[in-house]
């Protein structure tokens, strides 16, 4: 199936998917990054370089190896504050894309999935999922005590709660623009804030769906996850989830399209 909207490779003023890559200090991975997105994405895209500092090496790299993108490559500075969370917000708040997709400069997320990503986004599903931890995926290489918090935090909800994922912190994911628009965004540290967001869309009855990937642990530079740092911030949305089904066992009959409309977006 091809995904472009022209011959020469993307919409500039309406892209179909925007490809968010928040950056510190890789810029001995753009270069592999940006051949892997050029041989492997074949949808109308742009892609989102987010930055937290002007003097970040990884901005020379990608100015330098730009021309091996088919698609516009935007950098964004984040000024909403420091973080993942926060250099999220700022790439969404400027992503012109239908969809979004967050993905990791080290190429440890798996590239090759990103038109099957967004082919489900185009049969209506508002969040898809890169699972590590369903048939078919693999987690290759990576921190023992982190792989094993992340497999019993996915398996846990999934199993339990029937969360749409097998895989809850993997931020490999698409999110369309409308699940952007209705959701505010509280989370403000680490890459909690994508297990925050398929909660909210699970909690409002939108469509998700999940795909099998293959993770692999960086081989160049050095990885910016604070395990520590960050997994109250995850815990605080994992128990949430909890909370919720408890509370709809118990009789809780809150609408999930009126969730969304309570919590609209309020970045500005």
């Known amino acids: 199936m091809d995904l472009r909207t022209n011959t020469n490779g993307s919409n500039v003023e309406h892209p179909l998917v925007s490809i968010i ?4 200090e890789e810029a001995e991975n753009i270069p592999p990054l940006f051949s892997a997105l050029a041989s492997n994405v074949h949808a109308d895209a742009e892609v989102l370089l987010v930055y937290d500092f002007d003097n970040d090496p990884t901005i020379a790299s990608a100015m330098q190896h730009q021309s091996k993108l088919p698609f516009p490559l935007v950098l964004i500075r984040n000024t909403f504050g420091p973080g993942p969370a926060n250099a999220l917000k700022a790439a969404f708040a ?18 090759q999935q990103i038109d099957i990503m967004v082919e489900l986004f185009l049969k209506g599903y508002d969040v898809v999922c890169g699972s590590r931890y369903m048939p078919g ?3 290759i290489g990576g921190f023992w005590l982190k792989k094993a918090l992340s497999r019993a935090a996915g398996l ?18 698409l999110y369309s623009r409308r699940l952007l628009q209705f ?25 998700i769906c999940q795909i099998p990937v293959s993770w692999h642990d960086r081989h160049l530079g050095t ?7 960050w997994l109250p911030a995850y815990l605080r949305w994992y128990f949430f989830a909890f909370s919720t089904a408890v509370r709809r066992s ?7 399209k ?8 309020t970045m500005q």
């Open 21 to 24: 890559v928040p950056v510190r």
């Open 94 to 111: 400027q992503a012109k894309g239908q969809a979004v997709i967050v993905l990791m400069a080290d190429l440890s997320d798996d590239v």
């Open 137 to 139: 995926g693999r987690q």
């Open 156 to 173: 846990s909800l999934r199993f339990l709660l029937g969360f749409p994922t097998h895989d809850a912190t993997n931020s490999f994911r």
């Open 183 to 207: 959701v505010t965004l509280e989370s403000s540290q680490g890459f909690e804030l994508t297990l925050e967001l398929t909660v909210k869309a699970w909690i409002a009855g939108l469509p």
């Open 223 to 229: 990885s910016k996850f604070q395990l520590l740092n």
């Open 250 to 256: 118990l009789g809780y009959s809150g609408d999930g």
């Open 258 to 265: 009126s969730y969304l409309q309570r919590n609209q977006n």
